[in-house]
């Protein structure tokens, strides 16, 4: 708990709101800029004494729905109640972007026209690509939920699986524990438990995996994918974490020293000319992101 920056923080947030902007009257002579100490009390439903311990940096530390309260009364939006939180010892509650992709993280990724680009949920799921995305994982957008999650279609259909066998063991290691740390941020959720527990009934090598219980969030990881139109490409994989939680955007790089550039630059002629073709879109054989 930082006592002395939560206190200079609930101070000048008071000294910020007027009487009107938490509805209430302004009163005669009102001698303190902003709301009073007993006021922002008043509207957090907490005792005016430890309200003003709070603000004299002594006292005993507020539970998070107490900060949770104050931070309402005193109008705070969501960053603002975050550093509350963080101020008086507490973790913020994780961010949900609810599958939702904003704007910029769409612009940043059609900026990078010669790199595969992917964004995706927490749990697995494709949410959006650039072009040259949807040439690397062409036959998920515009499917339902279940069969854009790249979780889901690699324990279920292993022997559909866009890499070399060598490398299963890995990957499949790497999918459960990014998968475990979802489930820690969330705190177990419905979502992150009906996903668990539908993989556990399809799939004996996810829960002997599960029950290991690993936890890690890959940032960067080495990929090899097996396409069908130009063969094998190895990527580096770097994962740029946004501050929903719950999406990430996944970025495509040529590994040096092997032919990955050529093979994408391919990449990018053949997905155009599928995209432009819609025989060739229905007769392409979709495959998978990893």
Known sequence: MDRRGLADFLRRRREQLRPVDAGLPAGPRRRTPGLRREEVAMLAGVSVDHYTRLEQARGSAPSASVVAAIAQALHCDREQRDHLL?????APPPRRAGH???????????????LPVVVLTDLGE??????????????LLGTSSQARNILWRWFTEPSARPMPSEHWERISAAHV?????????????????????????????????????????????????????????????????????????????????????????LLGVIGTQVLQDPEAQRVRRPWRAT
């Open 86 to 90: 963080r101020l008086s010892g507490h």
């Open 100 to 114: 939702h992709v904003r704007p910029g993280l769409i612009a940043l990724g059609n900026r990078l026209t010669d």
């Open 126 to 139: 494709v949410l959006w690509t650039n072009p040259l995305g949807q040439a690397l994982v062409g036959g």
């Open 177 to 265: 524990s990014d998968l475990r740390a979802a489930s820690a941020r969330r705190g177990g959720d419905a979502e992150v438990s009906a996903l668990v527990h539908a993989l556990q009934e399809r799939s004996a090598e996810f829960s002997r995996l599960w029950a290991l219980h690993d936890v890690t969030q890959r940032q960067s990881d080495l990929k090899v994918f097996l396409h069908p139109e130009v063969g094998a490409i190895e990527l580096r994989c770097e994962v740029l974490l946004t501050p929903d939680e719950d999406v990430s955007m996944h970025a495509f790089f040529p590994l040096e020293g092997t032919d990955a550039a050529e093979k994408l630059e």
